[in-house]
């Protein structure tokens, strides 16, 4: 095989510092928060509880990373590469607040929140298996931990919501 073919670029090219992770993890994080916070006031009262406790975790999230890049054991890993997560393309695309037309319903933003958890969850828990022992694994399955709690939360709700008082568990 030549020099330069074959899957060696495309491997590399699949891979991140630790540092980049961190900074889109930092970004997805606090758009969570915004979404969250900014859709409490155009919910139903019945969602809203939800939504509320779901911007207080995102914002312990955002604050827990941020925190992370102060920690002397999380500098000496950023330069240090690791494989891109499959998730890694949707991930970052919510990254980026929504445009809800003003006729949404709750249905669509519960359809919006399970899409952004289970993209969160899937992300984490990929982070965290391919990321090196330390304060930044931790966090990640932590987080992928959390992710999963929320993703839950969500669907019982969207349940109750699309059976009009279902089972409240599924």
């Given amino acids: 095989m030549k020099e330069g073919h074959g899957g ?17 993890a930092v970004s997805f994080e606090k758009v969570a928060f ?9 919910v139903s009262k019945n969602i809203r509880y ?10 312990v999230h955002y604050n827990t990373f941020t925190g992370l890049k102060a920690d002397p054991e999380v ?11 499959v998730e890694d393309h949707k991930f970052s695309d919510y990254t980026h607040l ?19 958890e289970d993209s969160a969850m899937k992300q984490y828990q990929e982070l965290a298996d391919n990321s090196p022992d330390g304060p930044l694994k931790s966090v ?19 349940y109750e ?10």
């Fill in 50 to 59: 939800l939504l509320e406790e779901l911007a207080e975790e995102e914002e």
């Fill in 75 to 85: 500098l000496k890993q950023l330069q240090e590469k690791i494989q891109t997560p």
């Fill in 8 to 24: 060696g670029y495309q491997k590399l090219s699949e891979q991140k510092t630790l540092s980049e992770v961190l900074e889109v």
């Fill in 140 to 158: 990640f399955q932590f987080l992928a931990y959390e992710e999963t709690q929320h993703k839950k939360e969500l669907e019982k709700k969207y």
């Fill in 34 to 42: 915004d979404f969250y916070s900014s859709m409490v006031p155009k």
């Fill in 161 to 170: 919501l699309i059976n009009q008082g279902g089972p409240s568990s599924i």
């Fill in 98 to 116: 929504p445009e809800f037309k003003e006729d949404f319903d709750d249905q669509a933003i519960l359809q919006y929140a399970l899409g952004r």
